[in-house]
């Protein structure tokens, strides 16, 4: 099985030129929840009032799909997003070197610390925490099993692999998800983008080799090049796992939300 | 060596382009490091008449041409300079791999003033689902036959830049794409970067002229090609996520897999919902303004509220207006 984490309210947004409305957020997520994916990334709580108002109103909404909030590392992105109660907190922390000195300008203990601290905050308030490796497809493989492990240690079941700046290759993306099962036994989300074309064929490349969660925005839409399109996602892996949504359902409601893009 | 073989001029006729258009395009695609170029009859009898196909000037490069016609027509361009590719019956061989067509490559003797032509045996077209299944096995099979082959992916599965990549890596060395990806094939100029990004293939060419090309052939299709299309759309440097800002400017790798430059664009901040403080900073630096004494906290709400009711980024224009307006209040 495939479980599709729709992120088209978090990173789909940060696509330059697009703002949505809370009552757009809510719109959108319905449709989505339609689809019956998995769950929605629904926003960033640290973003404001208006955001986590949507939030806790997209949660309402949902009958099917778990909402989640996507969050820095930092204590009081979380304690934003306390107070949207989303089923799930995802905390993301940037694995690369090159994100951990030459961006947060600081060092792997520093990083390793700060991960332990927020996790056990959000899980010490009864929250289920996935947690986000930002550039983990130019982090070092050894890094970034070390951080599962941990994580595992803290009883965090998910981690989101991503492929932040989209130069991955499918066999490069088996390879990396392929490695990081023979240690550890985590559940692995791949989130790829679309920089060489090749986001859908990396989603599937990953789930393939045993990520079970795939990330997707409608049309594809996200930072520079976009997200891998749930869409075509749903499309070219069409018979190949058990799953609640439908090509069909998956173009009609793309169809619907492209309303909402100014594409 | 990885030979790549564009196709971009086999897949206009149904837009009927124009002679000089054509032109235009062919000399800018042979700006690429790409290896040969194949066209349509119709094309080349165009080109034809816009003065014939262009002088290859550079000796250390030369692109082959390829005209795609029939057998019985071979004898008709005898005077095409460079070589030909027709389309042959594929049988029941290849039928376990994959849904595929079959052309040969031919080359008639004794023609040609330019370097000898590396020419593989056979074209296979086709493969759109091979992503979905064991494709190194496939490629494995392909690649120990007896007679080169290329390799042609069609795109209907989303796959085809991705298979392109996959075949040379496991060891294929002639593959085909077209333009902007157009007629369903490989994307060519994320073929391009990604062969180059993954050191399968030396770089020798230009590629800051993908814009002009773009602009081409949008011409010749009468519509615009996605603005977030993969290497050649024209907003894929485009950044407003304030952490995105925050990250390029110390260090532009952060988030970009390439520079701008290196594919003819620039990058651009963009003011909206997602910009922090430091985006801020950072646009009006771009913009080369100079505004001190900022209430920086109103003023990223302002900006918030305003792109929330626009329902979209701001414009650079509007931009300036809510931070002249701003100061102003901030002074007062």
């Known amino acids: 099985m495939i479980h599709i984490v729709d992120t088209t309210l978090r990173d789909g947004e940060q696509s330059p030129g697009l703002a949505f409305t809370r009552k757009v957020k809510v719109e959108i997520a319905k449709l989505l929840d339609s689809t019956q994916v998995y769950q929605i990334e629904a926003g960033v709580p640290a973003l404001g009032k208006v955001e986590k108002e949507a939030i806790s109103e997209i949660k309402a909404s949902c009958k099917h799909a778990l909402v989640s909030a996507w969050n820095r590392a930092n204590i009081a992105d979380i304690a934003h997003s306390f107070d949207c109660r989303p089923d799930i907190i995802h905390i993301s922390i940037p694995v690369s070197k090159m994100h951990i000195y030459e961006k947060l300008q600081r060092n792997e203990g520093w990083l390793k610390q700060q991960l332990t601290n927020c996790v056990a905050l959000a899980c010490d308030k009864g929250y289920k925490v996935t947690v986000g490796f930002e550039d983990a497809s130019r982090a070092d493989m050894g890094f970034i099993i070390e951080l599962t492990q941990i994580l595992q240690n803290l009883t965090v079941k998910r981690i989101r692999f991503a492929d932040t700046v989209g130069i991955l290759t499918p066999y490069k993306t088996a390879e990396m998800v392929k490695h990081l099962l023979d240690f550890t036994d985590i559940n692995i989300e791949f989130h790829a983008h679309n920089d060489l074309g090749m986001a859908v064929a990396n989603s599937l490349a990953a789930a393939k080799a045993g990520a079970q969660f795939v990330d997707t925005t409608l049309a594809g839409i996200g930072e520079r090049t976009g997200n891998c399109d749930f869409a075509r996602f749903i499309e070219v892996t069409n018979g190949m796992y058990r799953t609640k949504t439908t090509t069909d359902k998956a173009k009609e409601v793309t169809l619907a939300a492209e309303n909402f893009f100014n594409v | 060596m990885i030979r790549i073989t564009d196709t971009t001029l086999s897949c206009l006729d149904r837009y009927q382009p124009e002679p000089a258009a054509l032109q235009k395009l062919l000399s800018l695609l042979c700006q690429l490091p790409i290896d040969a170029v194949e066209m349509s009859v119709s094309v080349y009898e165009k080109l034809l008449v816009a003065g014939g196909l262009p002088l290859q000037k550079d000796e250390t490069r030369q692109i082959q041409y390829i005209l795609h016609t029939t057998e019985g027509d071979l004898a008709k361009y005898s005077l095409f300079p460079g070589s030909f590719l027709i389309e042959e019956e594929c049988g029941e061989k290849f039928k376990d791999i994959a849904d595929i067509k079959e052309q040969i490559y031919v080359s008639l003797p004794g023609f040609g003033d330019f370097s000898e032509p590396q020419l593989p045996d056979k074209r296979l077209t086709g493969f759109g689902e091979l992503m979905r299944g064991d494709y190194a096995l496939a490629f494995s099979s392909l ?3 007896a007679e080169t082959i290329e390799f042609c992916p069609s795109d209907e599965a989303f796959c085809a830049v991705a298979l392109a990549v996959e075949w040379c890596r496991c060891g294929g060395r002639y593959v085909t794409a077209s333009f902007a990806g157009i007629g369903g094939q490989v994307q060519l100029e994320a073929l391009l970067v990604a ?59 952060l ?30 630096k771009e913009l080369n303004l100079k505004m001190p004494n900022l209430n920086m906290t109103a003023l990223v709400q302002k900006l918030q509220q305003s792109s929330m009711q626009k329902q979209t980024s701001l414009t650079d224009a509007e931009f300036i207006e809510l931070v002249t307006r701003s100061r102003l209040v901030h002074q007062s």
Do not use: W
């Open chain 2, 255 to 284: 988030y970009e897999p390439y520079p701008p430059e290196f594919v003819g664009r620039k990058r651009r901040i963009i003011m909206g919902k997602h910009s922090g403080k430091n985006a801020v900073i950072a646009k009006l």
């Open chain 2, 143 to 145: 690649l120990t036959q």
């Open chain 2, 195 to 253: 062969l180059y990004l993954e050191e399968l293939r030396p770089f020798g060419g230009r590629l800051d002229v993908l814009p002009q090309l773009k602009l081409c052939l949008e011409e010749i299709i009468g519509e615009s090609l996605p603005h977030k299309q993969a290497v050649i759309g024209e907003e894929i440097f485009f950044v407003e996520a304030g952490i995105h800002v925050d990250g390029l400017a110390k260090n532009p790798l």
